[in-house]
């Protein structure tokens, strides 16, 4: 359902971000030389770290990343169903060593993975996840699209796919696992507070009512869900971008890149009756640090579903079969950095929402 995307980092929109993180003048920094800042201490995620980034104006002036397909909502009484946001947990990625190391760890010759694990202040991304949402209601409004109230219509007429599942809150994470190709994610699935979302597996949400689904067209009516992802663990094509944040007893670190990318198995704007979809065509990959990678601590959780992992991999070994060597990381965020792109990236997905809905009429 989601389309390759490609990074991107367009004049405007660094001019934009450049607003969001800093002075004008140290925009060269977010694209030459990151790591030749001083060595800072991370500031953890917190409600009250990432009050600057939620007090920025609503609906500010975004490039929107490119879309592909379109939806007809010409005439019809359209209303969202639920708006996912889906925010990187853990997972594993394949990484690049260099000089036969990886984060100080010697290794063979063939792949590697990086198995990553974070923590997330579940308050402090709910807070975020809001602000995102009251941003969309900015720019719907400020392209002149009107939309119907999701209760009325659905107690009128039903729903092709109602939103029942609850998303992800303090002490109750909802995640989603996604794998494609040789890089597994696992998200934390958020939504506005007091949203619900639509059920999903891994193959998306399926059929639907059938029944509401001829109604709908004959009814002028239309359900439509939106969807996003924020992965927080993608490496440079080197996979040695150094981090400027400092590190416990000086360990060698990463520093990753934030995108905002399709939502797996999901689209950026899915009209229900019609199976049209709008999907994001490119993914949006700011240069600007927000974290730090370094090595999980041997005694700490292995960052994975499945403990014997390591176990399995190292057996492979001995018998001779070649596997990924795996290497344990912590993703350890920087609140008020992690928050400005975060800022940034759901404008960014709202603007492309607000203009494919305002084109749908």
């Known amino acids: ?127 975020l996840t809001d602000r995102a949402w009251a941003d969309l209601q900015a720019r719907l409004a400020a392209a002149g699209v009107v939309l119907a109230d999701p209760a009325t219509v659905v107690r009128e007429h039903g729903a092709v796919y109602e939103a029942t599942d609850p998303a992800s809150a303090p002490g109750a994470p909802v995640l989603l696992e996604s794998k494609q190709g040789n890089t597994t994610r696992r998200y934390l699935a958020m939504a506005p507070s007091g949203m619900r979302l639509v059920p999903r597996s891994a193959a998306g949400i399926g059929l639907g009512n059938i029944a509401a689904r001829v109604a709908y067209p004959a009814k002028r009516i239309e359900g439509l869900s939106l969807a996003m992802a924020i992965n927080l663990s993608a490496l440079d094509a080197t996979g040695q971008r150094a981090t400027s944040f400092a590190a416990p007893g000086g360990l060698p670190t990463l520093s990753p890149l934030m995108e905002l990318a399709p939502a797996p198995s999901a689209a950026l704007v899915h009209a229900h009756a019609q199976l049209a979809l709008v999907n994001l065509g490119e993914a949006l990959v700011p240069a600007a640090e927000f974290a730090r990678l370094r090595r999980a601590p041997m005694d700490g959780p292995i960052p994975s579903n499945d403990p014997l992992l390591p176990l399995i991999s190292i057996g492979r070994r001995l018998l001779g079969e070649q596997g990924p060597q795996r290497i344990d990381a912590l993703l350890e965020l920087d609140g008020p950095a992690t928050a400005r792109l975060v800022v940034f990236l759901t404008s960014a997905a709202n603007q492309a929402i607000a203009d494919a809905l305002k084109a749908a009429r």
Request: glycine content about 8%; cysteine-free.
């Open 1 to 127: 359902m989601t389309m390759p995307a490609k990074p991107i980092l367009a004049p405007r929109a660094l001019a934009l971000l450049a607003g969001l993180l800093m002075p004008p003048l140290l925009v060269a920094s977010l694209l030459v030389a990151p790591s030749a800042m001083a060595q800072a201490p991370l500031r953890p995620m917190s409600t009250a770290a990432i009050e600057p980034a939620l007090d920025r104006p609503l609906g500010e002036p975004m490039r929107a990343p490119r879309t592909t397909g379109a939806i007809d909502l010409s005439g019809k009484q359209a209303y969202i169903a639920e708006y996912l946001l889906l925010v990187d947990l853990s997972g594993e990625v394949p990484a690049a060593p260099r000089a036969g190391q990886l984060l100080g760890v010697p290794l063979g010759e063939g792949a590697a993975v990086l198995a990553y694990r974070t923590q997330h202040d579940i308050a402090a991304l709910q807070a």
